[in-house]
């Protein structure tokens, strides 16, 4: 990867997941650890790719702003439920008061599972049980019932010790495409880079379209990702040496 975007840096487009790929993982979402040279070197990267880079997350926009924050990148959240263009312009989606509702039955039923953490996205929820694996098999069917309330405007998605209910039409491969239908990623070939499952709809993407697919940690038959990098600081070394080369 490195070597093809000093070689061709106006020919590709960079597609980027957070958690678990530019920042380490840790044991609850708002225990991360962003390093303090990282939003320095993403505007960096940005520029010698005139723009063409991208964050793609489950995380909620406004959320990973704060992340970076000032920088304002390109970034799909929530699973591409919400993206921002690079001309700035937003597309959001909405959190129903059903769904507010949802959410707050999700808190109580939960309340005493000890090491459950249900996190509240606005137009998503996700249940956390890294720190309690014992309740996984009692986490999921507590969130396939709630999915079944929510209606099939919505979808169950798994992730590292994670359920998550989303929109059902959010997809981190869509976000990918639709971004490469606008300038300045338009007539790019992406290089899509993440960890988890969620990341999947992106690699099978950026394959389709001649692009390269990256996945942070061991190498597994199951996944669609053409390459591996070991850790979230390797990729943050690879970021580094482009920024300053």
């Known amino acids: ?60 926009v406004s959320y990973a702003d704060k992340l970076f924050e000032p920088l304002l990148l390109p970034i799909a959240g929530l699973h591409g439920a919400e993206r921002r263009r690079a001309n700035g312009h937003m597309d959001s989606v909405d959190c129903s008061a059903d769904f507010a509702t949802l959410k707050r039955s999700l808190q109580r039923v939960t309340a005493d599972w000890t090491g459950v953490l249900i996190e509240d996205k606005g137009a998503a929820v996700a249940a956390h049980y890294r720190q309690a694996p014992q309740w996984q098999s009692s986490l999921e069917a507590v969130m396939r019932s709630a999915l079944e309330e929510a209606g099939s405007d919505f979808a169950l998605q798994r992730g590292k010790m994670v359920f998550e209910i989303r929109p059902a039409r959010a997809s981190k491969g869509a976000a990918l495409r639709a971004f490469l239908e606008e300038e300045p990623f338009a007539g790019r070939r992406p290089i899509a880079i993440g960890d988890d499952l969620t990341d999947e709809a992106m690699f099978k993407a950026a394959n389709e379209l001649g692009g390269l697919s990256i996945r942070i940690g061991a190498p597994t038959d199951e996944t669609a990702a053409q390459e591996t990098l070991a850790s979230p600081e390797a990729l943050r070394t690879i970021l580094k040496q482009l920024a300053t080369s």
């Open 1 to 60: 990867m490195l070597s093809l975007l000093r070689a061709e840096p106006q020919a590709f487009a960079l597609f980027l997941d957070i958690d678990g790929t530019l920042i380490d993982l840790a044991e609850t979402p708002d225990a991360i650890v962003v390093p303090d040279d990282l939003a320095k070197h993403l505007q960096a990267v940005s520029g010698k790719l005139s723009g063409a880079l991208a964050l793609v997350t489950g995380r909620a």
